[in-house]
Structures are given as structure tokens and as C-alpha cells.
């Protein structure tokens, strides 16, 4: 029954804090039908897509939170505007978060923090990406022209600043997607990493392409169903993802190197791809959900780790029905299976007796993953946390893992450490229980290889 979920699953004075339901817009190649937007538009729609399918009211949703990486600088309060947009009351709070590219995965810890707190009941969260019109900025020395002529007073003062201007003041500053504090790439970070553990090209390859059949198959199949049609304002209806595209082995091998020429590994084939697009989630309290007549798909509560989650949970590799793990690159997917199947790594690097094991490839992203269906960075999370709970009810699976990796090796440990998913079909009343866990960093990893010290690098790489 349901109470035997709640006395079963839930922790003493800790709120059951459930997933409703999830959508997100079509994820589109950037550059492609939504390039005429702003990010709040494919945000709002997200939003108005997730008031349509669950039919929750919106003066009942006490706060909402998006996540968000690159920022357009007029709506530097995404969700604010998209909640705007969507026609929530000026009266709903509505504040955006960034974490790179676990960004949703925050808005969603962030809804479980305030529902758990006693502050909210309901809270959408959610995040959006949107890639083709980055801000491009003028160089320094001519912003700081710029701002002086703003504050010249004279004519005089005028022309002097004007010319001062040189040719080299009119050079942009390009966007990138780089560590600040280290200046790499995460497609250099991936290359490292592969090369450490001796991830081969073939096995990339091989990876990326097993990515894109799968996703195809879905799609196909119509498994798909966290997807919400899109109108662009006149232009067509987009209803189907735009970047899955099976293609052979003997294709993927004629590109080169994307990021460490000449001989790197990672290359446009075997990375996720630059893309627009939006998440969005329905989180609510337990007791809320059902009192409203909703039949819960998730109890929420991030935690840290494969490992941790396991050990945390008392269960073993064996026991998970369902993985999914975001695909930034198919080098750092394949290096953490390697990672997760070694004795040596647990044993140096994790502090553990013996390896993890390696998740069963049948059971492992089998709907495609983001090399495939795309990364709109700060959209990705909850795509992630959806599709883990239609998996599970689609396959009638018990638990599920969820992991996600974040530029500069951001670890999330907060104190909601238990997690819990509860199936939305008939079984929920028969009390069936499954678990979703939201893992923050390199689904194994506590720190991104570009943390880790080179002779940390070279040791592994001598046992890989």
C-alpha cells in the first residue's frame, strides 16, 4: 500500500519528496530550427509543456528554479522570465542556478532542499541551453573605451576616445567552453582521461555509434515520451530530436582529432554534440502529490557516488535495473567502466577493498544517451531523472542510477543522503517500490580528471 512505501522508504521527521512527471522540449543541433530564439522561449515552452501533461494548477506552485550555463545577459534570470512567459504569477518566485553541466541536477537538489525544509510543496524545476547565439563580447580595451565615451562630457573628450580606438581594440572575445581556472577544454579533459586509461579511438567509436542505434531505436519505437511538440513562432512544429544519426565505424573513422592535434582520440563523433533545448520537472511532497490525485514516478534526495549510493543503500551492482549515465564524451564513459572494473583504482584512488563492478551494458543507457540525443548543458539533468523512471516502468524494474558529470570536477554531498523511486502505474497502489539515485560528477569519479595531478594521470595510465 501506499502508507507501507512511506514506513518503509522514508527517514524520521524527512518529508517523501516525489518526482511528478518530466518533459523537455525537442533537443535540437545548434544552429537548426531554433536558432531564432532566446533561451527563456525554449524555457517557457518547456514549462507549458509540463502545465499541460500533468495539469497541475499554477497558482498552487510555490517556487520555481532553472538551471543555466552559458547566460544570455537580457535574461540573466532565466527561470524568471520563462515562469513569466508561461504565465505563472509575478507572485511565484522563480530564481536560476548554475553548476555547469549538472545545472538541472542542482535545480532539482535545490526543489528537494526547500520541500524538505518545510518551505515549499511544489516546486518546478528544470533547465535550458541555448547554444546558437552564445554572447560574443567586444574585446576589454574597447568595453573600457566604450564605457569612458558613456562618461565623456565634452565633444572634445569624444573624439580623443574615439581615437584611441585601434584595430586591434575591434577583435571579439569568442565563447568557450573552458575551466577558467585552467583554461582546458572539456574535450582536452576527455583526451587525458582517455589517454590515462588507455581508452582506444575503436572503443570511442564503437561507444558513440552503439549510442546513436540505440537512440534511434527508441525514437523509432516511441519510447521518447518525455518529449513535448514546439512550436517556433512562424516557422513548423519540432517534435523529435534532430542529432541522432546512426552512421558506421568506417565514418566516424575518417574524422580527426577535435581537441589534441594531431593525435588525440576525441573528435566530433564521439562527443556530445553543441545543442538547444529544455527540461523541465514537477517535484512535489508525498503527501502533497496525493492528496492532489498524483501517482509519484520518483522519491527524490541527491547523494555522491556510485559507490557511496550502493553502500548507502545496501545494495550491490546486481541489484540496479536501469543506468544512466550522461554521455558528454564516449572516452570518459568508456575510462569510467574501465575505473569501475578495477581492483587497482578502488583500491588506490577510491580507498575501497575491491572494484564496483562494471554496470551490464544490457541494462546501461539503452534509449541512447546525450552522445545521441543531444546536451543542451543545463538540460541534461533532468532528461537524465525522467528517462530513469519511464525505463523502469516500461521494463518493470526495482532501482535505478542516475549520474551525471560537471566541468571542474564538482563533487554535491549534501545531507538528503537517502533515495527512493516509486513507480507511477498500477503496481503503485500494490506498494512496488523502485529507486532513482541522482549522482553527482563523473558517475564514479570524485574529481574530474582535470583535477587530478599529472603523476595522478601517469600512475593510472601504467595500469590501464
Same mark, same amino acid.
Given at each position: ?60 506552485? @510555490? ?42 541536477? =542542482? ?6 532542499? %526547500? ?21 560574443? $563580447?567586444?574585446?576589454?580595451?574597447? $568595453? ?10 565634452? %565633444?572634445? !573628450? ?7 580606438? $585601434? ?28 589517454? +590515462? ?21 527508441? =525514437? ?107 554521455? +558528454?564524451?564516449?572516452? !570518459? ?13 578502488? !583500491? ?42 519511464? $525505463? ?17 570536477? =564538482?563533487?554535491? %554531498? ?10 507511477? @502505474? ?39
Amino acid at each position: 500500500t501506499i502508507y507501507f512505501l512511506s514506513k518503509t522508504l522514508a527517514k524520521p521527521n524527512v518529508k517523501n519528496i516525489v518526482l511528478v512527471d518530466g518533459v523537455r522540449t525537442p533537443f535540437l543541433l545548434s544552429g537548426t530550427s531554433y536558432s531564432d530564439l532566446m533561451p527563456h522561449d525554449l524555457g517557457r515552452g518547456a514549462l507549458q509543456g509540463l502545465l499541460n501533461r500533468t495539469g497541475v494548477p499554477k497558482e498552487i506552485v @510555490d517556487h520555481i528554479i532553472y538551471g543555466i550555463v552559458i547566460q544570455e545577459v537580457k535574461t540573466s534570470n532565466v527561470a524568471r522570465e520563462a515562469a513569466l512567459g508561461a504565465g505563472f504569477s509575478d507572485k511565484t518566485p522563480a530564481h536560476t542556478v548554475t553548476m555547469a553541466c549538472i545545472s538541472s541536477n =542542482q535545480a532539482m537538489t535545490s526543489a528537494v532542499g %526547500l520541500i524538505a525544509a518545510g518551505q515549499c510543496d511544489v516546486v518546478v524545476a528544470g533547465g535550458v541551453e541555448f547554444m546558437s547565439d552564445v554572447p560574443i $563580447r567586444h574585446s576589454r580595451k574597447m $568595453r573600457k573605451t566604450m564605457l569612458s565615451l558613456n562618461k565623456a562630457k565634452t %565633444l572634445g !573628450q569624444r573624439l580623443s576616445l574615439l581615437g584611441s580606438i $585601434r584595430m586591434g581594440h575591434l577583435m571579439p572575445e569568442l565563447p568557450a567552453v573552458a575551466e577558467f581556472s585552467t583554461a582546458e577544454s572539456m574535450g582536452h579533459s576527455a583526451d587525458r582521461l582517455a589517454a +590515462a586509461f588507455g581508452v582506444t579511438r575503436v572503443e570511442q567509436d564503437e561507444y558513440a555509434l552503439r549510442s546513436h542505434r540505440l537512440a534511434k531505436k527508441a =525514437q523509432d519505437e516511441g519510447l521518447l515520451s518525455d518529449i513535448i511538440s514546439f512550436q517556433v513562432p512562424g516557422k513548423n512544429i519540432i517534435s523529435a530530436d534532430n542529432g541522432i544519426r546512426p552512421t558506421s565505424m568506417e565514418q566516424m573513422g575518417k574524422l580527426k582529432p577535435a581537441f589534441v592535434k594531431p593525435h588525440g582520440t576525441v573528435t566530433a563523433a564521439n562527443s556530445s554534440f553543441l545543442t538547444d533545448g529544455a527540461s523541465a520537472v514537477l517535484i512535489m511532497s508525498e503527501e502533497k502529490a496525493l492528496a492532489l490525485g498524483y501517482k509519484p514516478k520518483a522519491y527524490l534526495s541527491p547523494t555522491y557516488a556510485t559507490p557511496k549510493v550502493l553502500e548507502k543503500s545496501g545494495l550491490t551492482m546486481e541489484d540496479i535495473d536501469v543506468f544512466e549515465f550522461h554521455e +558528454a564524451f564516449a572516452g !570518459q564513459i568508456v575510462a569510467n567502466l574501465k575505473a569501475m572494473d578495477s581492483d587497482w583504482f578502488a !583500491q588506490n584512488c577510491m580507498g575501497r577493498k575491491s572494484k564496483v563492478g562494471v554496470p551490464p551494458m544490457e541494462k546501461f543507457n539503452t534509449w541512447g544517451g546525450s552522445l545521441s540525443l543531444g546536451h543542451p548543458f543545463a538540460a541534461t539533468g533532468c532528461r537524465l531523472v525522467t528517462t530513469v523512471a519511464h $525505463r523502469l516502468q516500461k521494463e518493470g524494474g526495482q532501482y535505478g542510477v542516475v549520474a551525471a558529470c560537471a566541468a571542474g570536477g =564538482q563533487v554535491f %554531498l549534501p545531507k538528503y543522503t537517502y533515495a527512493q523511486l516509486a513507480r507511477a @502505474d498500477t503496481e503503485y497502489s500494490r506498494g512496488a517500490t523502485v529507486q532513482v539515485f541522482l549522482v553527482h560528477s563523473f558517475g564514479l569519479f570524485s574529481v574530474h580528471v582535470l583535477c587530478m595531478k599529472m603523476t595522478m594521470c601517469k600512475s593510472v595510465q601504467k595500469h590501464f
